[in-house]
């Protein structure tokens, strides 16, 4: 049993489709980002969800060594709180 992918009758072999990274040029790469940027505003929506969702995930994670270390001074200094 061989798979197909979207009609064709063979499988791109691994190495076609992992090309090394030496081998894409600075313009390729920029042409990909101008693409995906014209996908991505297409859904302005889903583009401004993504953003607050990621900048939230980012204060979260800042949040933890903070609270973490409050937790802690208070088991050590139980006495000492709201300095």
């Not at 208070?74 to 006495?79: A, F, L, R």
């Amino acid at each position: 049993m061989s798979a197909h992918f979207m009609g064709d009758s063979e499988m791109p072999s691994p190495a076609e489709v992992m090309q090394p990274a030496d081998t894409a040029s600075w313009s390729g790469g920029m042409r990909n980002i101008a693409r995906v940027t014209r996908l991505a505003l297409r859904h302005p929506g889903a583009v401004a969800t993504a953003a607050l969702a990621t900048a939230l995930a980012a204060a979260m994670q800042l949040a933890i060594p903070v609270l973490l270390g409050r937790a802690v001074d208070q088991t050590q200094w139980p006495d000492r709180r709201g300095e």
